[in-house]
C-alpha cells in the first residue's frame, strides 16, 4: 500500500476539483494513497468525495478517500498538499477590482493578477494561502504545498519567504503557447484552424485552445521561461526531426490575422521572442496598456472576463458534479480527462519516477541570468523524489529580462504590503505598478479598495 496522503484543499471547485480528482484517482503510482479532501463548501465537497470513492471504485484504485471542511483534521500526516481556493465571491470581487480603479480614471486590460486589481487580489489570497502553510509547519512540516490558486507567483513567493515550507506552482497556461504555434505553422503542418478562431485567454476559448495545444504537443517540442503569466518562447523544435521552427514562426508571423494574439505578436517582432502565455494574461504586466487616449485594448481586441457568464459556467459545472455523484452521469468520461500537472507532481515527489516537468514555479535560483534568486520564475523542472531542480535556462533577451526583473520587484512589494497591512506598503507597491502613473490616484484607489473590501482586509484595518 502507499505511504502518501495527498490532501486537496480547494477540492470542490467546479473546475479545477473533477479533472485533478480524475487524475490522481487513475495514476497506478497512488493507488493505495490516502486521498483526504477538504471545502468549506459542504455540498461541494460531498460531491467531490462521492465522485472521487466512485472513480476509486470503477478504476480498481483503492483509495482511502475522506471529507472535512476543517483543513486541520486533513493536513496531519500529509505528504503532498495540493491548494487551488479563491476568496469567495470570486466574480464578484474580481469585478471590483477592476471597476474601482476606473472610478479614477484607469481602464485596466483585465485585473486577475497585475494592475492595482492583482494587488487586492493578492492581498485577499495571500493571508488565507500564508494560513494554510503555517497549520503545515506544524501539522506537516515535510509536506510540499502545490499551488494553483492565483495571483500564482505572488501566492508562493509570499509562502517561500514567510515560512519554511516547500512550495512549487503550477499553470497551464503553457497550452496557449502550443495552441499559438500550431495557428500559425498550421499550412506546414495540415493543422486545421477554424476560420476566425481566436485565442485570447478567455474561459470562451478554451475548446479551441485545447484542440489547437493537442495538435501542436502531436508536432512540437516547446521550452518556455519568465515568469508566471509572462513565459517567452525561448526554442520551438519539430517533434519527428529535430529541427529549429523559430525561422518559420517569424515567418508566419508577419502574415498572422488579428485574431492571433495581436499584442503577443507585436511583442514578437519588437523583441524577437514570442510571449505565449496569451493576450489577456500578458497585458497585465506591460506599461503599454491602459492610455486612455490611444486605447490600446481596443487596438488589440483584449476582453475583459465574463464575470457574469463564468459564474453561470460553474453553476453548470457543479450540476455536473453533482449528477456524476448521485450516480446519474457515469464517470468513465473523466478516465481520460486532460491533466493539471498535480498528479505528475505528486507521484514524483512521493517516491515515483523523476520527471521533466516543462513549466514549475519555483524560486529562481540562477535558473534565469539576471534575475534574483528568490524571484518565483516559471520555468522546466527535473522532478523526483530529491525535490524540484530547475533547468538552468540563462539568460533571456536583455529587454525581456529587464521587463520581468521589474514585475520580480512588484511582487516583493506586493507581498510584503500584503502581508503586513502596512498603509504605506501598499501605496509604494501601486506606485511601482506598471499601469500607475499618478500619485493621486494611486491614493484615491488604495482608500477605495480598503474602504470597499474592509472585510476581507484585516491585516490592513
Known amino acids: 500500500m502507499s505511504s502518501r496522503k495527498i490532501v486537496i484543499i480547494g477540492a470542490g471547485s467546479a473546475s479545477f476539483g473533477p479533472t485533478t480528482l480524475a487524475t490522481i484517482v487513475r495514476n497506478e503510482a497512488l493507488r493505495g494513497s490516502e486521498l483526504a479532501l477538504v471545502d468549506l463548501n459542504e455540498t461541494a465537497l460531498d460531491s467531490a468525495a462521492r465522485v472521487a470513492q466512485r472513480m476509486s471504485d470503477a478504476w480498481d484504485a483503492e483509495l482511502s478517500i475522506s471529507a472535512s471542511t476543517e483543513r486541520a483534521e486533513a493536513l496531519a500526516g500529509a505528504t503532498q498538499v495540493i491548494v487551488s481556493i479563491e476568496v469567495a465571491p470570486r466574480e464578484a470581487l474580481w469585478r471590483l477590482d477592476w471597476e474601482i480603479p476606473m ?107 485545447h484542440a489547437l495545444s493537442e495538435a501542436g504537443r502531436r508536432h512540437f517540442r516547446l521550452t518556455s521561461a519568465g515568469l508566471n503569466h509572462f513565459i517567452w ?57 491602459h492610455d486612455p487616449v490611444a486605447d490600446p485594448c481596443a487596438r488589440y481586441e483584449l476582453p475583459l472576463y465574463d464575470w457574469s457568464g463564468n459564474e453561470g459556467v460553474r453553476d453548470v459545472l457543479h450540476g455536473l458534479m453533482s449528477s456524476m455523484a448521485e450516480g446519474a452521469l457515469p464517470v468513465e468520461g473523466m478516465r481520460e480527462a486532460p491533466s493539471e500537472g498535480a498528479t505528475e507532481l505528486v507521484a514524483a515527489l512521493g517516491g515515483g519516477e523523476p520527471y521533466l516537468d516543462e513549466t514549475v514555479n519555483v524560486p529562481n535560483r540562477g535558473a534565469i541570468a539576471g534575475l534574483p534568486p528568490d524571484t518565483i520564475v516559471e520555468l522546466p523542472a527535473v522532478v523526483g523524489p530529491y525535490g524540484i531542480r530547475p533547468v538552468q535556462v540563462g539568460p533571456l533577451p536583455t529587454p525581456v529580462t529587464e521587463l520581468c526583473r521589474r514585475e520580480a520587484a512588484l511582487v516583493e512589494a506586493v507581498v510584503d504590503a500584503a502581508v503586513t497591512g502596512d498603509r504605506t506598503l501598499a501605496l509604494q507597491a501601486l506606485l511601482l505598478d506598471p499601469m500607475v502613473n499618478d500619485i493621486g490616484r494611486a491614493r484615491a484607489m488604495l482608500n477605495d479598495y480598503l474602504e470597499t473590501f474592509a472585510a476581507y482586509l484585516p491585516q490592513f484595518q
Open 233 to 289: 518562447l525561448l526554442d520551438l523544435r519539430d517533434k519527428a526531426t529535430g529541427e529549429d521552427l523559430y525561422p518559420a514562426l517569424r515567418k508566419a508571423a508577419e502574415k498572422a490575422p488579428r485574431t492571433l494574439e495581436p499584442l503577443s505578436l507585436d511583442l514578437f517582432r519588437i523583441f524577437g521572442r514570442l510571449p505565449i502565455a496569451g493576450d489577456t494574461h500578458l497585458a497585465e504586466y506591460l506599461p503599454w496598456l
Open 103 to 209: 472610478r479614477h480614471g484607469l481602464r485596466q486590460p483585465y485585473g486577475e493578477n497585475g494592475g492595482p486589481g492583482g494587488f487586492m487580489h493578492a492581498c485577499r489570497q495571500i493571508p488565507h494561502h500564508l494560513a494554510i502553510a503555517r497549520d503545515m509547519e506544524r501539522l506537516c512540516p515535510d509536506a510540499w504545498m502545490i499551488l494553483f490558486s492565483n495571483p500564482l507567483p505572488r501566492l508562493v513567493r509570499a509562502v517561500t519567504k514567510y515560512t519554511r515550507i516547500r512550495t512549487v506552482g503550477k499553470c497551464h497556461q503553457i497550452n496557449v503557447g502550443y495552441a499559438l504555434a500550431a495557428a500559425l505553422l498550421a499550412g506546414q503542418y495540415g493543422i486545421d484552424v477554424p476560420r476566425g478562431a481566436t485565442l485570447h485567454s478567455d474561459p470562451g476559448n478554451v475548446g479551441v485552445i
